[in-house]
């Protein structure tokens, strides 16, 4: 099984549908992460989460919000979602002891909006 | 503004040679600096990582290399073989938890 599980793993939706993206872990780390990649962009973070209860924006998170409803569990939502929104979402998790921790990512859910 | 560049979208090598993979940064406040592997339909994949005190290390294939004064760092692959086709994700990040990716250099391995 996977120690970070993303799903769904493909989504096609409409324009203006609320969508939401889920994440759990068992690898027990505090620090979860949401990522989109977009063709030739890379990753850019969306939100970020070192606990439960504490939420931090990324550098795109304009559209998006988050939820941490536990230490395992990461959501993201798109309350209204557009077209630009299409994108590859990964969902990461890190060890909180030091921040130079490597992440461990899901495999991605592909979003297409149309 | 890029603090995190990969300038090569694509670089390609024969079996068996050295692949260099590239990576520079503009924040001196990075201190630690990663790279993924990423494979098709699959996440990143954390591959070796270098501390800002060190400037060079080592695992196996892989060995990267940190030049402080000139904000660069490079992965070098070697021997080079097959299943390193992949994309190749440079990432630095710093003490106040700020973490960037570059855009990623797609790897091919020829016969």
């Known amino acids: 099984d996977a120690d970070v599980t993303q799903t769904p793993r493909n989504r096609i939706t409409k324009t203006g549908k609320r969508i939401m993206l889920e994440c759990s872990q068992t690898k027990g780390h505090d620090r979860m992460y949401w990522y989109r990649q977009d063709p030739g962009l890379g990753l850019r973070l969306i939100y970020y989460?070192?606990?439960?209860?504490?939420?931090n924006k990324g550098e795109i998170s304009d559209g998006y919000s988050v939820s941490r409803q536990a230490q395992a569990k990461f959501s993201l939502s798109l309350e209204s979602a557009i077209p630009n929104q299409t994108a590859l979402y990964f969902c990461?998790?890190?060890?909180?002891?030091?921040?130079?921790?490597?992440?461990?990512f899901g495999d991605g859910t592909r979003l297409s909006i149309l | 503004d890029q603090q995190v560049k990969q300038n090569s979208p694509s670089l390609s090598v024969q079996e068996g040679r050295i692949s260099i993979l590239n990576c520079d940064y503009t924040n001196s406040m990075f201190d630690y600096f990663l790279w993924y592997k990423k494979y098709p339909a699959e996440g990143p994949t954390f591959l070796i990582s270098i501390s800002s005190i060190k400037d060079k290390n080592e695992d196996g294939r892989f060995t990267v290399f940190l030049n402080k004064s000139a904000k660069h760092l490079s992965l070098h692959i070697v021997p080079s073989q097959p299943g390193d086709s992949a994309v190749y994700f440079c990432a630095a990040s710093s003490r106040d938890d700020k973490i960037i990716f570059g855009k990623g250099t797609r790897l091919h391995i020829l016969p």
């Open positions: 990461a998790t890190s060890d909180r002891r030091t921040y130079n921790q490597p992440q461990h």
């Open positions: 989460s070192f606990d439960v209860k504490d939420i």
